[in-house]
C-alpha cells in the first residue's frame, strides 16, 4: 500500500488555515486586533518567503490556547470550520483524496499548521493519518509550547521518517502533493512528487525537475 502524501494549506484548502484562524481570533476579540494581525501578516509574509523562524511564529499562535479554556476553544473551532473552513475545501481536492482512496492509497496529511486546528479539518476531510504541529497539553489544559519537532520544512521529513519507523512503512511509491517551496525536502524524498497550484519558487523547481504541476482551483 502506497502513501498518498498531502499538505493542507492553499492544497486541499483554497487558503492557510493558521493564519484563518489568527484572522478569526481577532473577529472574536480574543487577541488584540491590531497587535496580533501585525504579527500574523509578518510571519505569513515570512512563510511565503521562506524565512519564518518557525519557533518565533509558534510563539504567538499557540499562546492563544493557553489562555483559553479547551470548553472555549471547542465553540470558537466549531464556528471556525463552519464559517471559515467549509467554504474553502477545494471539490477537486476531495475528488483528488478519492481517487486515492479508490486505489487503496494509504491517506495522510502532513502540515506546518498545529493539531488543535487541523485535526478536525483531516477529520472532515475523512483523513484519518496526521502529521501536525504538536501542542503541549498538561493537565487537559494547552501550556503555549511545541512538544517535539514542529513539521515545517526538513521538520516534516524528520516527523516523516519517525512516523513510517512507528507505522512500519516506507515511502516506496509515494506521492507527495504540496503548493509551497518550502515543502520541497519532502517532495525530493517521495517516488511522485507534484506541484499543486505551486508558489513560483516551487513551480520554476518543478519545472526544472520536471515534476508533474497541477491546478486543484475552478
Do not use: C
Amino acid at each position: 500500500m502506497s502513501l498518498a502524501i498531502f499538505d493542507l494549506d492553499n492544497t486541499l484548502l483554497d487558503l492557510d488555515s493558521d493564519h484563518a484562524w489568527g484572522e478569526f481570533l481577532i473577529e472574536q476579540g480574543a487577541v488584540d486586533a491590531t497587535t496580533y494581525r501585525d504579527a500574523n501578516e509578518r510571519f505569513y509574509q515570512d512563510y511565503q518567503s521562506g524565512d519564518l523562524d518557525i519557533m518565533a511564529y509558534l510563539a504567538l499562535a499557540l499562546q492563544p490556547l493557553a489562555e483559553n479554556t479547551p470548553e472555549q476553544l471547542a465553540a470558537w473551532h466549531q464556528q471556525f470550520m463552519a464559517s471559515k473552513i467549509e467554504p474553502h475545501i477545494l471539490t477537486r481536492g476531495e475528488e483528488l483524496l478519492a481517487r486515492h482512496r479508490a486505489k487503496g492509497n494509504r491517506l495522510l496529511i502532513i502540515t506546518a499548521t498545529n493539531r488543535f486546528i487541523t485535526g478536525p479539518i483531516a477529520e472532515r476531510l475523512g483523513v484519518d493519518d496526521l502529521i501536525a504541529v504538536e501542542p503541549e497539553i498538561e493537565a487537559g489544559h494547552y501550556t503555549g509550547r511545541v512538544v517535539g519537532t514542529p513539521s515545517f520544512r526538513e521538520g516534516k521529513v524528520t516527523r516523516l521518517d519517525a512516523w513510517l519507523a512507528e507505522e512500519d512503512t516506507t515511502l516506496d511509491g509515494a506521492w507527495f502533493y504540496s503548493d509551497s517551496h518550502n515543502d520541497l525536502p519532502l517532495l525530493e524524498r517521495v517516488d511522485h512528487p507534484v506541484a499543486v497550484d505551486p508558489d513560483d519558487a516551487l513551480r520554476e523547481a518543478a519545472e526544472q525537475r520536471g515534476w508533474r504541476i497541477i491546478s486543484l482551483r475552478d
